[in-house]
């Protein structure tokens, strides 16, 4: 309608508002690609006489129009090699080819030229992860590298700064996080939506109201409920009745994987309940009524028929739900996320899943990194870097619930009104 | 097309009053003094009707006059809509289908219905089928598979659909989705089968095959037929009810309610005065 009245400069108008958005959306991607990309790409070595005859190596981390910043060799701890040089004091600047980075196990970084090597990695040997000549690569060596990096940061876990090594832990923290809220959820929004849609009356407008005002409370709400409902409530019941030799050490009555997936679950519940409800809806009357007519009960109708044709509904109910999970990090302080986990909710131990764990999350990272790091010109990178995982977790998992949605939609495309 | 009526049906048009109390003697379903209210506003008034058993009675009658509602009366999917009231009875075998204890979803069961737009549930053509037959807990497969081919071949409908089974029944044409329901409700072998105007979203050739079909179904089942078109009611039923308002105005054996109606309202309905 308002196209119609609107005419071509409407639509045009409209048409470039929308494309905005997109490009907005591309834009984000992009730039978090990029700057997360890039942090993992291979920087070259400077060598860097001053005038004072002093000399030194390193990378130069960020300039300006009268002074640059150099990271150098780190001799004793992360984050201590920053120096701040004035261009007036620089003599010569340039990038040798046989400049050596030593790269050490916990994420120390040493810088030298070639014959410096042993020297470099001598006082802790056991510790050289890498060594190597980023000034002499071609592309495709550095492509390597660059690789190689990628890897590392998705597939070993981090040193205790949260500086350096990988992510590991964090990335399988928010997937098994997400997961399990998904298998918590859709049983209790499934159930809550099918009583909804059946039972009428002025008691459901009032439930179906507060289900509407429950998707629009603040997420560190959430948090605070599941810390007092779930942790100490819940948890310190079971602790108090099946763990009670170990009291005063809680088992469940701290912050844990389960009480974050379950204050997740509560969280995307509203999400889920509206979604489920408009599928049943949806469905046509005459869908009831031939069941019925078959001798189906109500219960019958429902579970055999209904609920799986409104399959693609309950799935979009799932990707907006772990849409809004994936993405929520503030509640998830309150209930057992840490920055580092001393013990993987997942792992190799029977029974594998370990629900009363804390864990480890991209979101949080994201927010060590760029803000509570001791190193913020490396933390800032990492940030993006860990951002960038985490955009890609959610898609990930949004387009494999997507995926699955579309093929069922394909099959019961013929009912759609 | 078939035989003639007068020499095949067993209640010979001449006698009324006789022909009535034959036909409730050999009756599947009776109504006596049916009322149904929506809310405030009453429906059906007072209707006692026999359907004879293994032979195809037609509704007739003017839209809105309550020939469908009379239909869900008759195997309750009344129960459904809020504020809808029944009095009076439908005998089903003798007993009445609104007695307390009567467990409704076995009453359905035993009273098929098919709708004027067939209703194909969004599963394969073999589960359209088996619904019915897994709601009466059949399980083993051999099982289900026969009955469902002698469902199909009931409904005539076997022969195009047998090698593409496990195919969505949402992908068949309108005849044979007509078709579908129909097999779908036979195959839970109902004592009545209902048809809600189930030739009205049908082109001609399919409605003149799906004419045939009711003849076959006739020999084993009783049908109780709601059609607006007076044409298909004089080509396919023996028995034909005429509703008015609410009320059964007249019933009779077919050949005789359309060639020698009693009451002055049908023969107005008939020979297409009004409605």
Not at chain 1, 230 to 246: C, E, K, P, S
Not at chain 1, 346 to 370: E, K
Not at chain 2, 101 to 117: P, Y
């Amino acid at each position: 309608m308002m196209r119609a009245r609107a005419g071509a400069g409407g639509t045009w108008l409209l048409g470039g508002i929308a494309a905005a958005c997109i490009a907005i959306m591309l834009g984000l991607l992009a730039f978090t690609l990029g700057s997360g990309l890039a942090s993992l790409w291979p920087t070259r070595v400077e060598r860097i006489e001053l005038r004072g005859g002093e000399i030194l190596f390193g990378e130069v981390v960020e300039s300006d129009a009268d002074s640059l910043i150099l990271r150098g060799s780190e001799v004793e701890r992360i984050g201590e090699g920053y120096r701040r040089l004035r261009r007036a004091d620089i003599a010569t600047r340039n990038a040798p080819p046989d400049a050596v980075v030593v790269q050490l196990g916990d994420g120390r970084r040493r810088f030298g030229a070639a014959d410096m090597e042993v020297s470099l990695a001598a006082p802790a040997a056991d510790g050289v992860a890498e060594v190597l000549r980023p000034n002499a690569m071609g592309p495709f060596a550095r492509t390597g590298v660059f690789l190689r990096n990628l890897f590392a940061f998705v597939a070993t876990p981090p040193d205790a700064s949260n500086l350096a090594g990988g992510v590991l832990p964090a990335l399988v923290g928010t997937v098994t996080l997400v997961l399990l809220m998904s298998v918590l959820v859709m049983p209790f929004g499934i159930a809550t939506a099918v009583y909804l849609h059946e039972r009428r009356g002025p008691g459901m407008r009032i439930a179906r109201g507060a289900i509407d005002t429950l998707a629009g409370v603040p997420a560190i709400v959430y948090g605070v409920l599941g810390l007092g409902l779930f942790v100490h409530g819940i948890g310190g019941g079971v602790d108090r009745w099946f763990h009670a030799d170990r009291l005063p050490v809680p088992t469940f009555g701290s912050g844990g994987l389960l009480w974050a997936a379950l204050t997740l679950a509560l969280l995307t519940l509203p999400v889920v309940v509206v979604s489920v409800e408009q599928g049943l809806a949806r469905m046509p009357a005459s869908l009831r009524a031939g069941s019925l007519a078959l001798g189906a009960t109500r219960e019958e109708t429902m579970w055999r028929l209904l609920l799986p044709a409104a399959r693609p509904a309950v799935l979009t109910g799932l990707v907006l739900a772990i849409a809004r999970a994936a993405g929520s990090v503030a509640p998830l302080m309150l209930v057992g996320m840490v920055k580092l986990a001393p013990a993987s909710p997942l792992d190799g131990a029977f029974p594998y899943l370990h629900p009363s764990r804390q864990f480890m999350h991209l979101g949080f990272a994201v927010y060590d990194a760029a803000l509570a790091s001791s190193d913020v010109i490396r933390g800032v990178p990492r940030a993006y870097a860990c951002a960038m995982l985490l955009v890609c977790v959610v898609i990930a998992l949004n387009l494999s619930a997507i995926l699955l949605r579309n093929r069922l939609r394909d099959r019961y495309r013929a009912l759609e009104p | 097309m078939r035989p003639m009526l007068n020499s095949v049906s067993p209640f010979p048009a001449t006698d009324p009053i006789g022909n009535r109390d034959e036909a409730a003697a050999s009756a599947a379903l009776s109504t006596r003094g049916l009322c149904l209210w929506y809310g405030a506003r009453q429906v059906l008034e007072q209707i006692d009707l026999d359907v004879p058993a293994r032979r195809i009675t037609a509704l007739i009658g003017p839209s809105g006059c309550g020939k469908s509602s009379l239909l869900r009366c008759l195997n309750r999917l009344n129960d459904e809509i809020e504020g809808s009231r029944v009095g009076g009875q439908v005998l089903l075998g003798g007993a009445d289908a609104y007695a307390a204890g009567v467990v409704v979803h076995e009453l359905r069961r035993r009273v098929g219905i098919v709708f004027q737009r067939p209703n194909p549930f969004p599963l394969s053509i073999h589960d359209n089928v088996a619904y019915g037959l897994r709601l009466l807990g059949m399980r083993r497969p051999r099982e289900l598979d026969e009955r469902i081919e002698a469902a199909l071949k009931a409904a005539a409908l076997w022969d195009e659909v047998a090698n593409r089974l496990d195919e969505s029944a949402l992908g068949l044409s309108l005849g044979q989705q007509q078709r579908l329901v129909i097999a779908r409700a036979i195959a839970v072998e109902p004592e009545v089968l209902m048809l809600d105007e189930p030739a009205s979203a049908l082109d001609p050739a399919a409605t003149l095959r799906f004419e045939e079909l009711l003849h076959e179904l006739a020999q084993r089942y009783t049908l109780l037929l709601v059609t607006h078109n007076m044409q298909q009611a004089a080509r396919v039923s023996d028995f034909t009810a005429f509703m008015h308002a609410g009320r059964l105005v007249e019933f009779d054996d077919t050949d005789a309610l359309f060639t020698n109606p009693r009451q002055r309202q049908t023969e107005d309905f008939i020979t297409g005065r009004y409605g």
